[in-house]
């Protein structure tokens, strides 16, 4: 058996550092410091079970999701923009995405540290889509968000018409009757920004039910799912992490026997 030399390690933490902030990292000058130098960077990011565009939306929804200082955040959005994991347009609609499933200051502070990486590095503003450009007749936006519902979640939500507040003219009306259909970011990636939404609330409902879904529409794999759980945990911790970690592995088998995310063996809640 080789053994894994610690020189190496930290060299290769201190590159992809650079690379995925857009800045040299200093000198570590404390034990977290250099673990973030030496595991984070070193052994979460270089891992191959997922993609750097999920990498990047992962890490920037749970930072922002942590309340994490804002040369974090910042060296996030550099990250993304100077590697092409994302581009402007991208991290704009990401930020409102998280402001749905976090709260809206928590994408506020996702918008706020793209002003200031655009500003630091000269860029112009791009041109973004509107909420709402022209005028709309809102049983038929609540009846394209049903439909919506049913693409993202792969079952029946909130029927139209319900009169709740909260399922109809949240979740039908703006969830998903405006923002998940938005052309600027894929599903996918709004998936993996929904899960750390999801994993951080808590509630025991949207985690299983949007764990199962990641899977069930083909967004993503299992082992996919599994790389998630441990980038998560750099932002959210490994007590967070280790009931995800759970909820990946149930879903995971529920959706290997076609099973809906709350239905047991024999075909019933």
Request: net charge negative; charged share 20%; hydrophobic share 45%.
């Amino acid at each position: 058996m080789s053994l894994c030399v610690p020189a190496a390690r930290s060299a290769l933490g201190s590159s992809l550092q650079a690379e995925l902030t857009g800045r040299d990292g200093p000198a570590p000058r404390s034990p977290v410091a250099e673990s973030w130098r030496d595991f984070i960077y070193a052994e979460i990011w270089s891992r191959p079970g997922l993609d750097r565009r999920a990498r990047f939306l992962i890490a920037l929804a749970s930072a922002a999701g942590a309340t994490a200082p804002t040369d974090r955040l910042d060296g996030y959005v550099r990250g993304a923009l100077a590697t092409g994991a994302l581009n402007q347009a991208e991290l704009r609609e990401a930020a409102l995405h998280v402001a749905v499933y976090a709260g809206w200051d928590k994408g506020g502070a996702i918008d706020a540290a793209i002003d200031r990486v655009e500003a630091e590095e000269g860029l112009a503003q791009v041109a973004l889509s509107p909420i709402r450009a022209a005028p709309w007749d809102p049983q038929q936006r609540m009846e394209q968000g049903f439909a919506e519902f049913r693409a993202v979640m792969t079952f029946d939500g909130p029927r139209v018409g319900n009169g709740l507040p909260y399922l109809q003219d949240g979740i039908l009306n703006f969830v998903f009757g405006e923002m998940w259909g938005r052309s600027g970011l894929d599903q996918r990636s709004r998936r993996f920004l929904t899960l750390v939404g999801v994993a951080d609330s808590a509630a025991t409902v949207p985690i299983a039910s949007h764990f199962h879904a990641a899977m069930a529409s083909g967004n993503c794999t299992a082992a996919e799912l599994h790389e998630f759980v441990l980038q998560y945990a750099v932002h959210a911790g490994w007590p967070k992490a280790s009931v995800i970690q759970g909820v990946v592995l149930e879903m995971a088998g529920k959706v290997a026997k076609g099973l809906a995310w709350n239905e047991k063996e024999g075909g019933k809640p």
